[in-house]
T-cell receptor, first 112, second 112 residues
């Protein structure tokens, strides 16, 4: 069984559209994260979510919003997509904030 | 935020020991140091984590000097399959991890 899964794996869309990326973890972890990896492979945390507490990286535009229907899921919604949003987005989870993180396979978002 | 600096790339040969150093001059008291490995088209994978002195597991060792302003990941007897990008992560994991900072990554290339 895949520990952390993301759908879709690839997402191609046009500027101005709204899209979502889904993430699920079956590890029973309490904390989930979203990361963005740009073309230079720089990995940057966007959000973390623990027991319904959302902590936002202040550099993330408010067009990005995470939504957690339950502890096993943390979906990423992106409104009014821009060219600069093109990147690979990784979901991750950990037992709590001090433990190692398990990453999903990534979603490659291309905005045209 | 603890800014981290790593070499952009390193080359090695099979069977050699590889040491990758990460500089984090303004590391905070609560910050842990974690290293991840990433293969192309995959999410990062946890290697090792430490706070001070030396930590060893079945795949690597992590050396942290007393001032904690740097850390060195040591990979013993590398093989071709160790070719990957290695990230140093420094951060305060409490409070959801929004202060996590990944290094720019070191591309390790192992040759025969």
């Amino acid at each position: 069984d895949t520990a952390v899964s993301q759908t879709p794996k690839y997402l191609v869309t046009q500027m101005g559209n709204d899209k979502s990326i889904k993430c699920e973890q079956n590890l029973g972890h309490d904390t989930m994260y979203w990361y963005k990896q740009d073309s230079k492979k720089f990995l940057k945390i966007m959000f973390s979510y623990n027991n319904k507490e959302l902590i936002i990286n202040e550099t993330v535009p408010n067009r990005f919003s995470p939504k957690s229907p339950d502890k096993a899921h943390l979906n990423l919604h992106i409104n009014s997509l821009e060219l600069g949003d093109s990147a690979v987005y990784f979901c991750a989870s950990s037992q709590d904030s001090r433990y190692e993180q398990y990453f999903g396979p990534g979603t490659r978002l291309t905005v045209t | 935020l603890a800014k981290t600096t790593q070499p952009i790339s390193m080359d090695s040969y099979e069977g050699q020991e590889v040491n990758i150093t990460c500089s984090h001059n303004n590391i905070a008291t609560n910050d842990y140091i974690t290293w991840y490995q990433q293969f192309p088209s995959q999410g990062p994978r946890f290697i090792i984590q430490g706070y001070k002195t030396k930590v060893t597991n079945e795949v690597a060792s992590l050396f942290i000097p007393a001032d904690r302003k740097s850390s060195t990941l040591s990979l013993p007897r590398v093989s071709l399959s160790d070719t990957a990008v290695y990230y140093c992560l420094v951060g305060d994991f409490t409070g959801g991890g929004n202060k996590l900072t990944f290094g720019t990554g070191t591309q390790l290339k192992v040759e025969l």
